[in-house]
């Protein structure tokens, strides 16, 4: 397993045991949206603002994702789908573990959408991913999320408790999922994920007080960190936003003390 520490640590701060991660996968599902136009320039803000890592797929290493600047982990995401799919919700794997290790990853990622007719495949791949990610010493990052024909509510707390739990038993190292409103229900998630749990950032907020309040909230009912990326990428100033969060989540600022050190940008 020591591989897999050492990398986890490339991933996680040493001495708080949390994490900011910023998924910038997006072009994949969406295209190039505001603020992954100029990747570079994105992810080096990113950077220099504090993350421990970055989310993103295998062409955008392989163009050049880095021109210089700070060091920031790299996390390759193996999974995708698009939004010009008529089942955007099926996740398909693009990318393995042995080429993303080729390309330098600290570690993998990888989607699944629970409550949805592909679901059972998505299943499969998680585990088949976990079992050869574990051989080669790889951190595991599952995302996952209650999206599809059966799901009502993809925020229910029991929902998000149970496919939480799901990533955990199928051999995630680290498991993304929605925030579901509240410390006390969002306590119950992670009480019931035997591996770290971090919160997923959902559509752009409307203000950074909502964004900081969840984020405050979430690590201070047990969360290990935070996958959060429109919200910081298309921020305004990503690296201060970054900066921010960081701040947050390792040296433990309230949601004032946050929202002074934002307006400081």
Avoid at 23 to 51: C, F, R
Avoid at 118 to 140: C, F, H, K
């Amino acid at each position: 397993m020591t591989g897999k520490q050492i990398r986890m640590e490339r991933i996680f701060n040493r001495n708080t045991k949390k994490t900011v991660i910023v998924p910038m996968d997006h072009g994949v599902t969406v295209g190039p949206i505001e603020g992954l136009i100029d990747m570079k320039k994105t992810v080096n803000a990113i950077a220099s603002g504090g993350a421990n890592a970055i989310v993103v797929h295998k062409g955008i290493v392989r163009a050049g994702h880095r021109g210089g600047g700070k060091d920031v982990g790299l996390i390759i995401h193996l999974s995708g789908s698009t939004t010009l799919s008529p089942y955007p919700n099926a996740k398909t794997l693009i990318c393995t573990v042995e080429e993303a290790i080729k390309i330098g990853a600290d570690a993998v990622s990888i989607q699944v959408n629970v409550g949805n007719g592909n679901d059972n495949e998505m299943l499969r791949d998680l585990g088949q991913t976990a079992r050869i990610a574990s051989e080669w010493g790889v951190p595991l990052l599952a995302m996952m999320y209650p999206r599809g024909e059966k799901i009502k509510n993809e925020y229910d707390p029991e929902i998000i408790r149970h496919v939480a739990r799901l990533g955990a038993e199928l051999g995630a190292d680290i498991v993304k999922c929605s925030y579901t409103g509240d410390p006390e229900s969002f306590r119950r998630v992670v009480e019931g994920c035997p591996v770290p749990v971090v919160i997923a950032g959902g559509p752009k907020m409307s203000s950074d007080r909502d964004l900081l309040t969840m984020v405050r909230d979430a690590i201070d009912a047990g969360a290990s960190g935070l996958s959060i990326g429109r919200n910081i990428f298309q921020h305004k100033n990503p690296q201060h936003m970054t900066a921010t969060l960081s701040r947050m989540v390792h040296r433990r600022y309230s949601v004032e003390e946050a929202l002074e050190y934002l307006s400081k940008e």
